[in-house]
Protein backbone atom coordinates (compact mmCIF):
# COMPACT_ATOMS: atom_id res chain seq x y z
CA UNK A 1 0.00 0.00 0.00
CA UNK A 2 1.42 3.53 -1.33
CA UNK A 3 -0.05 5.81 1.27
CA UNK A 4 0.03 9.53 1.06
CA UNK A 5 -1.53 12.77 2.48
CA UNK A 6 -2.26 15.58 0.53
CA UNK A 7 -3.48 19.11 1.68
CA UNK A 8 -5.44 21.09 -1.33
CA UNK A 9 -7.63 23.47 -0.01
CA UNK A 10 -11.03 22.88 -1.30
CA UNK A 11 -11.70 26.86 -2.32
CA UNK A 12 -9.87 29.08 -4.04
CA UNK A 13 -10.06 32.46 -6.08
CA UNK A 14 -9.16 33.06 -9.23
CA UNK A 15 -5.40 34.28 -9.07
CA UNK A 16 -4.40 33.24 -5.83
CA UNK A 17 -1.68 31.31 -4.51
CA UNK A 18 -2.33 27.77 -3.32
CA UNK A 19 -0.25 26.46 -0.61
CA UNK A 20 0.12 22.43 -1.14
CA UNK A 21 1.66 20.10 0.98
CA UNK A 22 2.07 16.08 0.22
CA UNK A 23 3.20 13.61 2.78
CA UNK A 24 4.19 10.08 1.67
CA UNK A 25 5.16 7.09 3.74
CA UNK A 26 7.70 5.68 1.96
CA UNK A 27 11.17 3.89 4.00
CA UNK A 28 13.43 6.03 1.58
CA UNK A 29 15.63 3.10 2.27
CA UNK A 30 19.73 5.07 1.59
CA UNK A 31 21.37 1.92 -0.21
CA UNK A 32 24.35 2.32 2.25
CA UNK A 33 22.25 0.07 5.44
CA UNK A 34 23.07 -3.10 6.30
CA UNK A 35 20.60 -5.59 7.51
CA UNK A 36 21.46 -7.69 10.52
CA UNK A 37 23.36 -10.23 8.59
CA UNK A 38 25.37 -7.72 6.82
CA UNK A 39 24.19 -7.74 3.56
CA UNK A 40 23.40 -4.30 1.97
CA UNK A 41 19.60 -3.57 1.56
CA UNK A 42 19.13 -2.00 -1.85
CA UNK A 43 18.42 1.47 -2.60
CA UNK A 44 15.04 2.44 -2.71
CA UNK A 45 14.06 5.59 -2.76
CA UNK A 46 10.42 7.93 -4.13
CA UNK A 47 12.75 9.15 -7.03
CA UNK A 48 10.37 11.09 -9.27
CA UNK A 49 6.58 13.05 -8.11
CA UNK A 50 4.70 14.71 -10.31
CA UNK A 51 1.62 17.30 -9.81
CA UNK A 52 -0.66 17.85 -12.49
CA UNK A 53 -2.94 20.41 -12.33
CA UNK A 54 -5.65 19.94 -14.55
CA UNK A 55 -3.47 17.69 -17.04
CA UNK A 56 -0.70 20.20 -16.83
CA UNK A 57 2.05 19.78 -14.75
CA UNK A 58 2.97 22.23 -12.68
CA UNK A 59 5.42 20.61 -10.16
CA UNK A 60 7.76 17.87 -10.38
CA UNK A 61 10.57 16.93 -8.21
CA UNK A 62 13.89 14.07 -8.14
CA UNK A 63 14.17 12.64 -4.72
CA UNK A 64 17.93 11.03 -4.25
CA UNK A 65 19.19 9.13 -1.08
CA UNK A 66 19.44 12.39 1.11
CA UNK A 67 15.81 12.85 1.74
CA UNK A 68 14.62 11.40 4.87
CA UNK A 69 12.43 8.39 4.95
CA UNK A 70 8.27 9.78 4.83
CA UNK A 71 9.27 12.82 2.19
CA UNK A 72 7.16 15.99 3.15
CA UNK A 73 6.86 18.55 0.34
CA UNK A 74 5.37 21.79 0.53
CA UNK A 75 4.74 23.83 -2.97
CA UNK A 76 2.65 26.90 -4.39
CA UNK A 77 0.65 27.55 -7.83
CA UNK A 78 -1.67 29.89 -9.23
CA UNK A 79 -5.00 29.15 -9.29
CA UNK A 80 -6.59 29.49 -12.53
CA UNK A 81 -9.62 27.60 -13.22
CA UNK A 82 -11.88 24.63 -11.06
CA UNK A 83 -10.61 20.85 -11.38
CA UNK A 84 -8.19 18.33 -10.26
CA UNK A 85 -5.03 18.34 -8.82
CA UNK A 86 -3.18 14.92 -9.32
CA UNK A 87 0.08 13.35 -7.64
CA UNK A 88 2.02 10.81 -8.93
CA UNK A 89 4.82 8.81 -7.96
CA UNK A 90 7.07 6.14 -8.34
CA UNK A 91 10.01 4.32 -6.48
CA UNK A 92 13.16 2.41 -7.69
CA UNK A 93 11.45 -0.92 -6.99
CA UNK A 94 9.37 0.71 -9.52
CA UNK A 95 6.07 1.10 -7.10
CA UNK A 96 3.67 3.84 -8.22
CA UNK A 97 1.66 5.52 -5.85
CA UNK A 98 -1.28 8.37 -6.69
CA UNK A 99 -3.47 10.52 -4.87
CA UNK A 100 -5.55 13.67 -6.11
CA UNK A 101 -8.05 16.11 -4.91
CA UNK A 102 -10.23 18.94 -6.45
CA UNK A 103 -10.25 22.76 -6.13
CA UNK A 104 -12.77 24.87 -7.00
CA UNK A 105 -11.82 28.56 -8.05
CA UNK A 106 -14.39 31.28 -7.96
CA UNK A 107 -13.90 34.24 -10.11
CA UNK B 1 -4.60 -18.30 64.64
CA UNK B 2 -5.80 -18.61 61.17
CA UNK B 3 -7.32 -15.18 60.96
CA UNK B 4 -4.16 -13.36 62.81
CA UNK B 5 -2.31 -15.25 59.86
CA UNK B 6 -4.12 -13.62 57.37
CA UNK B 7 -4.51 -9.88 58.67
CA UNK B 8 -0.25 -10.22 59.25
CA UNK B 9 -0.54 -11.48 55.92
CA UNK B 10 -2.21 -8.73 54.81
CA UNK B 11 -0.56 -5.88 56.54
CA UNK B 12 2.81 -7.04 55.16
CA UNK B 13 1.48 -7.28 51.87
CA UNK B 14 0.13 -3.01 52.39
CA UNK B 15 3.73 -2.22 53.57
CA UNK B 16 5.03 -4.26 49.98
CA UNK B 17 2.27 -2.49 47.87
CA UNK B 18 2.87 0.81 49.37
CA UNK B 19 2.43 3.63 46.69
CA UNK B 20 5.45 3.90 44.96
CA UNK B 21 6.94 7.41 43.54
CA UNK B 22 5.63 9.18 41.22
CA UNK B 23 7.35 12.03 40.08
CA UNK B 24 5.68 15.41 40.77
CA UNK B 25 4.78 17.48 39.22
CA UNK B 26 3.82 14.72 36.42
CA UNK B 27 5.30 16.36 32.69
CA UNK B 28 4.34 14.47 29.71
CA UNK B 29 7.63 13.52 27.37
CA UNK B 30 6.54 16.64 24.79
CA UNK B 31 7.50 18.79 27.34
CA UNK B 32 11.36 18.18 27.14
CA UNK B 33 11.41 17.20 23.57
CA UNK B 34 12.38 20.56 21.78
CA UNK B 35 10.20 23.30 20.28
CA UNK B 36 10.71 21.27 16.41
CA UNK B 37 9.59 18.36 17.98
CA UNK B 38 7.08 19.72 19.44
CA UNK B 39 5.96 21.76 16.52
CA UNK B 40 5.62 18.40 14.78
CA UNK B 41 3.38 16.61 17.24
CA UNK B 42 0.95 19.51 16.98
CA UNK B 43 0.76 20.15 13.29
CA UNK B 44 -1.79 17.12 12.19
CA UNK B 45 -0.99 17.51 9.25
CA UNK B 46 3.15 17.63 8.79
CA UNK B 47 2.73 15.12 11.78
CA UNK B 48 4.98 12.09 10.43
CA UNK B 49 2.96 9.75 12.60
CA UNK B 50 -0.39 10.88 11.11
CA UNK B 51 0.75 8.69 7.98
CA UNK B 52 0.12 5.33 10.04
CA UNK B 53 -3.04 7.26 11.55
CA UNK B 54 -3.98 7.47 7.75
CA UNK B 55 -3.56 3.62 7.20
CA UNK B 56 -5.10 2.88 10.29
CA UNK B 57 -8.00 4.67 9.62
CA UNK B 58 -8.18 2.70 5.69
CA UNK B 59 -7.64 -0.38 7.41
CA UNK B 60 -10.73 0.20 9.82
CA UNK B 61 -13.30 -0.93 7.38
CA UNK B 62 -11.36 -3.26 5.33
CA UNK B 63 -12.79 -6.59 5.40
CA UNK B 64 -9.92 -9.04 6.91
CA UNK B 65 -9.51 -13.16 7.51
CA UNK B 66 -12.51 -15.93 6.24
CA UNK B 67 -14.95 -13.85 8.41
CA UNK B 68 -14.70 -10.80 5.71
CA UNK B 69 -15.76 -8.44 8.84
CA UNK B 70 -13.91 -5.60 8.90
CA UNK B 71 -13.58 -3.42 12.35
CA UNK B 72 -15.87 -1.17 11.55
CA UNK B 73 -18.59 -4.04 11.30
CA UNK B 74 -18.62 -4.60 14.88
CA UNK B 75 -17.32 -1.33 16.36
CA UNK B 76 -18.85 1.29 13.81
CA UNK B 77 -17.54 4.39 13.56
CA UNK B 78 -14.09 4.53 15.82
CA UNK B 79 -14.92 8.47 16.52
CA UNK B 80 -17.24 7.04 18.78
CA UNK B 81 -16.67 3.93 19.49
CA UNK B 82 -13.07 3.76 20.98
CA UNK B 83 -13.14 7.43 21.84
CA UNK B 84 -11.86 6.71 25.93
CA UNK B 85 -10.54 2.76 25.31
CA UNK B 86 -7.07 3.58 25.14
CA UNK B 87 -6.97 5.49 28.45
CA UNK B 88 -7.73 1.95 30.04
CA UNK B 89 -5.30 -0.34 28.58
CA UNK B 90 -3.14 -2.75 29.43
CA UNK B 91 -6.32 -4.62 30.91
CA UNK B 92 -6.69 -8.03 31.95
CA UNK B 93 -9.03 -10.09 28.85
CA UNK B 94 -11.33 -11.42 30.61
CA UNK B 95 -12.06 -14.74 28.51
CA UNK B 96 -8.26 -15.69 28.73
CA UNK B 97 -7.15 -13.97 32.27
CA UNK B 98 -4.20 -12.57 30.79
CA UNK B 99 -3.46 -8.57 30.37
CA UNK B 100 -4.01 -7.53 26.80
CA UNK B 101 -2.68 -3.57 26.14
CA UNK B 102 -4.27 -2.38 22.65
CA UNK B 103 -2.08 -4.10 20.33
CA UNK B 104 -2.76 -7.81 21.48
CA UNK B 105 -6.68 -6.57 21.61
CA UNK B 106 -6.48 -5.66 17.94
CA UNK B 107 -4.62 -9.01 17.26
CA UNK B 108 -7.40 -11.03 19.34
CA UNK B 109 -10.08 -9.33 17.72
CA UNK B 110 -8.40 -10.36 14.11
CA UNK B 111 -7.84 -13.95 15.09
CA UNK B 112 -11.36 -14.68 17.42
CA UNK B 113 -14.08 -12.43 15.00
CA UNK B 114 -12.50 -11.75 11.85
CA UNK B 115 -10.62 -15.34 11.51
CA UNK B 116 -7.30 -13.51 10.28
CA UNK B 117 -3.65 -13.80 11.09
CA UNK B 118 -2.74 -12.10 13.82
CA UNK B 119 -0.36 -9.07 12.58
CA UNK B 120 3.29 -8.51 13.15
CA UNK B 121 4.07 -6.55 16.34
CA UNK B 122 6.04 -3.85 14.99
CA UNK B 123 4.31 -4.23 11.52
CA UNK B 124 2.96 -0.82 9.93
CA UNK B 125 -0.36 -2.41 9.71
CA UNK B 126 -0.90 -2.72 13.53
CA UNK B 127 1.25 0.15 14.34
CA UNK B 128 -1.62 2.24 12.11
CA UNK B 129 -4.33 0.60 13.82
CA UNK B 130 -2.65 0.80 17.02
CA UNK B 131 -2.53 4.88 16.48
CA UNK B 132 -5.79 5.27 15.01
CA UNK B 133 -7.72 3.76 18.22
CA UNK B 134 -5.33 5.99 20.07
CA UNK B 135 -6.02 8.83 18.34
CA UNK B 136 -9.36 8.65 19.54
CA UNK B 137 -8.47 9.55 23.12
CA UNK B 138 -6.75 12.33 22.30
CA UNK B 139 -6.62 14.52 25.25
CA UNK B 140 -8.47 12.16 27.66
CA UNK B 141 -6.63 11.53 30.82
CA UNK B 142 -4.96 7.68 31.06
CA UNK B 143 -6.96 5.71 33.92
CA UNK B 144 -5.98 2.11 34.73
CA UNK B 145 -7.56 0.71 37.91
CA UNK B 146 -5.32 -1.71 40.27
CA UNK B 147 -7.85 -4.33 41.06
CA UNK B 148 -7.45 -8.13 42.33
CA UNK B 149 -7.21 -9.18 38.95
CA UNK B 150 -4.24 -7.13 37.81
CA UNK B 151 -2.20 -6.62 40.80
CA UNK B 152 0.11 -9.46 40.23
CA UNK B 153 0.91 -7.85 36.78
CA UNK B 154 1.30 -4.63 38.15
CA UNK B 155 3.41 -5.85 41.24
CA UNK B 156 5.60 -7.55 38.35
CA UNK B 157 5.81 -4.27 36.30
CA UNK B 158 6.64 -2.18 39.44
CA UNK B 159 9.12 -4.62 40.78
CA UNK B 160 11.06 -4.59 37.34
CA UNK B 161 10.90 -0.56 37.08
CA UNK B 162 13.02 -0.75 40.60
CA UNK B 163 15.36 -3.53 39.78
CA UNK B 164 18.72 -2.78 38.62
CA UNK B 165 19.69 -4.31 35.36
CA UNK B 166 22.75 -4.67 32.76
CA UNK B 167 26.01 -4.14 32.29
CA UNK B 168 25.13 -0.68 33.71
CA UNK B 169 23.63 -1.98 36.77
CA UNK B 170 20.60 0.91 36.43
CA UNK B 171 16.47 0.66 37.15
CA UNK B 172 14.23 3.01 34.86
CA UNK B 173 13.87 4.71 38.52
CA UNK B 174 17.23 6.04 38.02
CA UNK B 175 16.59 8.18 34.99
CA UNK B 176 13.31 8.54 34.73
CA UNK B 177 12.18 9.36 38.81
CA UNK B 178 15.68 10.72 40.13
CA UNK B 179 17.02 12.75 36.69
CA UNK B 180 14.34 13.54 34.32
CA UNK B 181 15.23 17.32 33.25
CA UNK B 182 18.79 16.33 33.03
CA UNK B 183 20.89 15.03 30.00
CA UNK B 184 21.66 12.02 28.83
CA UNK B 185 24.39 12.75 25.88
CA UNK B 186 22.24 15.52 23.72
CA UNK B 187 19.11 14.46 24.80
CA UNK B 188 16.92 15.13 28.06
CA UNK B 189 15.88 12.34 30.19
CA UNK B 190 12.00 12.42 30.24
CA UNK B 191 9.70 11.17 32.90
CA UNK B 192 9.23 7.83 31.09
CA UNK B 193 5.61 7.92 30.36
CA UNK B 194 3.81 6.33 27.40
CA UNK B 195 1.44 8.06 27.17
CA UNK B 196 2.09 9.33 23.14
CA UNK B 197 2.70 5.44 22.10
CA UNK B 198 3.02 4.64 19.30
CA UNK B 199 5.15 7.26 18.35
CA UNK B 200 6.93 8.45 15.39
CA UNK B 201 10.41 8.53 16.35
CA UNK B 202 12.74 10.50 14.17
CA UNK B 203 16.11 8.49 15.12
CA UNK B 204 14.15 5.42 13.52
CA UNK B 205 12.77 7.79 10.99
CA UNK B 206 9.70 5.12 11.69
CA UNK B 207 6.57 4.58 13.49
CA UNK B 208 7.36 2.37 16.23
CA UNK B 209 5.44 0.67 19.77
CA UNK B 210 6.00 1.51 23.51
CA UNK B 211 7.53 -1.92 23.52
CA UNK B 212 10.34 -1.29 21.20
CA UNK B 213 10.90 2.15 23.03
CA UNK B 214 11.34 0.33 26.25
CA UNK B 215 13.33 -2.83 24.25
CA UNK B 216 15.28 0.68 23.44
CA UNK B 217 15.92 0.99 27.07
CA UNK B 218 16.85 -2.15 28.03
CA UNK B 219 19.42 -2.18 25.24
CA UNK B 220 20.46 1.72 27.02
CA UNK B 221 21.43 -0.27 30.08
CA UNK B 222 23.31 -3.26 28.58
CA UNK B 223 20.59 -5.80 29.62
CA UNK B 224 19.02 -8.63 27.97
CA UNK B 225 15.65 -7.49 26.03
CA UNK B 226 12.48 -9.26 26.36
CA UNK B 227 10.67 -9.37 23.21
CA UNK B 228 7.62 -7.25 22.26
CA UNK B 229 4.32 -7.99 23.24
CA UNK B 230 6.53 -10.74 25.95
CA UNK B 231 4.97 -10.85 29.68
CA UNK B 232 7.77 -8.83 31.37
CA UNK B 233 6.87 -5.92 28.73
CA UNK B 234 3.00 -6.01 29.12
CA UNK B 235 3.65 -5.80 33.09
CA UNK B 236 6.21 -3.17 33.04
CA UNK B 237 3.36 -1.34 30.52
CA UNK B 238 0.94 -1.47 32.92
CA UNK B 239 3.10 0.14 35.91
CA UNK B 240 3.90 3.09 33.64
CA UNK B 241 0.20 3.28 32.54
CA UNK B 242 -0.58 3.80 36.58
CA UNK B 243 2.81 5.98 37.26
CA UNK B 244 1.41 8.13 34.49
CA UNK B 245 -1.89 8.24 35.23
CA UNK B 246 -3.85 11.94 34.31
CA UNK B 247 -1.25 12.96 31.74
CA UNK B 248 -3.51 12.76 28.78
CA UNK B 249 -3.17 10.87 25.55
CA UNK B 250 -1.54 11.91 23.08
CA UNK B 251 -1.01 9.53 20.63
CA UNK B 252 0.04 9.61 17.78
CA UNK B 253 2.96 11.34 19.53
CA UNK B 254 6.41 12.26 18.21
CA UNK B 255 9.81 12.19 19.44
CA UNK B 256 13.47 12.64 18.95
Known sequence: ?107 | MCSITILLAAGASLVHGAQPFRPQPLKSGIEFSSAEVRALQHDDFSSPAMLWATRGEKLWSESAGASGKSCASCHQDARASMKGVTPRYPQIDPGTARLVNIEGRINQCRTRHQQAAALGYESDDLLGLTAYVGMQSRGLPLNVVIDTQNRRHFERGRDMYYTRMGQMDLACTHCHDRNFGRKLLNDTISQGHGNPYPVYRLEWQTMGSLHRRLRACFFGVRAERPAAGSQDLLDLELFLAWRAQGLTVETPGVRK
Open chain 1, 1 to 107: MSLARILVPPKARRGDVVDVRIAIQHPMETGFRMDNNGRKIAKNVVNNLVCRYNGAEVFRAELGSGIAANPYLQFYFLAKDSGKVEFEWVDDAGEKGSAAASIAVTA
